[in-house]
């Protein structure tokens, strides 16, 4: 079993910066490519960005590139999702969730553990 917990949410103007934390807990988080997703009320869970098992590769939604970073510090266990000039569409809960598995990164059903949520709210 992960353990997965999100942090860093909160209020932030159009344009500002967040920056999110997921803590793992439990198996060998290096031995998982970490994801990050995200729900808006009345929407689909949405894949915003994933990055490999060593940090070496990232990906990223169309709607997040050149925007959002994720990245992660296997000895400390944690993932982070640096989120910059946002937008009120950034609005949404976000999740971090792990994978043993490469390949459609952007479906949820591929995601071995999640994240409870953290909400992230942009005001215009």
């Known amino acids: 079993q992960v353990q997965l917990v999100e942090s860093g949410g909160g209020l932030v103007q159009a344009g500002g910066s967040l920056r999110l934390s997921c803590a793992a807990s439990g198996r060998t988080f290096s031995n998982y490519a970490m994801g990050w997703f995200r729900q808006a009320p009345g929407k689909e869970r949405e894949f915003v960005g994933l990055i490999n098992w060593t940090g070496s590769s990232t990906y990223y939604a169309d709607s997040v590139k050149g925007r959002f970073t994720v990245a992660r510090d296997n000895a400390k266990s944690t993932v982070y999702l640096q989120m910059n000039s946002l937008k009120s569409e950034d609005t949404a809960v976000y999740y971090c969730?792990?994978?043993?598995?490469?390949?459609?990164?952007?479906?949820?059903?591929?995601?071995?553990?999640w994240g409870q949520g953290t909400q992230v709210t942009v005001s215009s």
């Open positions: 969730a792990a994978k043993r598995t490469f390949g459609a990164l952007s479906s949820l059903r591929t995601y071995d553990y």
